[in-house]
């Protein structure tokens, strides 16, 4: 695979490292009350990181719906405090709010992304970007635990597996958890094809440009991809996808 990243292996890391991502940022907002306090009520009692960083990716995967439609040309929808209030969100917007709760309860986390061919999207979600089933920039974060990165993607809650019959990905704080590549029925689910990252806060203005450069070799207009894209979301109730 193309670009996978080699640097969560086991070892310490240098603290200067660590303390990029344990900062809060600008869309990593780990110090707004909301938060901080939904990581401290999730981690109460919890002694050891490993332990705290499976309660968060549980929350996150299965309280924060998963919502192909949740909007996406808005910055401020990509704020881990407002994803936490609306409660759903995409891959990316998930993955976000795992990076800001772990920081806030002491534990670094990194944002990460991939490119996927992800073989079981909806006609109305490949229409809105470009009528492929390639879906760029999928996020997924890493979680530092016991001295090493850890993968997390916590993109699809259990409802919605269990709707959809994808299998749900089960973190246990030590090995990797990723995207399975085939469904339940053994049909073929998501293909990692090129990593981008690691990064310490979500890169806006780098997505948005690559999303533009990947209109282009589509031979699609972005503004129209991007109102078509608009026009389908407005339409379409949040969870499919």
């Known amino acids: 695979?193309?670009?996978?990243?080699?640097?969560?292996?086991?070892?310490?890391?240098?603290?200067?490292?660590?303390?990029?991502?344990?900062?809060?940022?600008?869309?990593?907002?780990?110090?707004?009350?909301?938060?901080?306090?939904?990581?401290?009520?999730?981690?109460?009692?919890?002694?050891?990181?490993?332990?705290?960083?499976?309660?968060?990716?549980?929350?996150?995967?299965?309280?924060?719906?998963?919502?192909?439609?949740?909007?996406?040309?808005?910055?401020?929808?990509?704020?881990?405090?407002?994803?936490?209030?609306?409660?759903?969100?995409?891959?990316?917007?998930?993955?976000?709010?795992?990076?800001?709760?772990?920081?806030?309860?002491?534990?670094?986390?990194?944002?990460?992304?991939?490119d996927v061919n992800d073989y079981q999207l909806s006609e109305s979600f490949k229409q809105m970007i470009g009528g492929i089933n390639v879906f760029p920039f999928h996020g997924f974060a890493e979680l530092f635990v016991d001295g090493r990165w850890v993968h997390a993607s916590p993109a699809y809650d259990l409802e919605t597996c269990r709707r959809k019959r994808f299998i749900p990905v089960d973190f246990d704080g030590v090995n990797d958890a990723k995207d399975s590549q085939y469904t339940e029925e053994g049909e073929p689910h998501i293909e990692h094809l090129e990593y981008h990252g690691p990064y310490e806060d979500f890169p806006w203005d780098e997505i948005l440009s690559y999303y533009k450069e990947w209109a282009a070799r589509l031979g699609i207009d972005w503004d129209e991809l991007k109102d078509a894209g608009e026009q389908v979301r407005r339409r379409k109730s949040w969870g499919d996808g």
Do not use: W
Request: hydrophobic content about 40%; glycine content about 6%; proline content about 4%.
């Open 1 to 114: 695979m193309a670009g996978e990243p080699t640097n969560h292996v086991q070892g310490d890391a240098p603290m200067p490292e660590m303390a990029r991502y344990l900062k809060c940022t600008e869309f990593v907002d780990c110090d707004t009350k909301s938060v901080a306090e939904k990581a401290e009520a999730l981690t109460e009692g919890l002694q050891t990181d490993r332990e705290k960083a499976v309660a968060l990716y549980y929350f996150v995967r299965d309280e924060i719906r998963h919502n192909a439609y949740a909007a996406l040309y808005d910055p401020d929808h990509y704020k881990a405090s407002v994803i936490l209030e609306a409660g759903n969100g995409i891959c990316q917007q998930k993955s976000i709010l795992l990076c800001a709760l772990a920081r806030a309860a002491g534990i670094p986390a990194r944002l990460g992304f991939v």
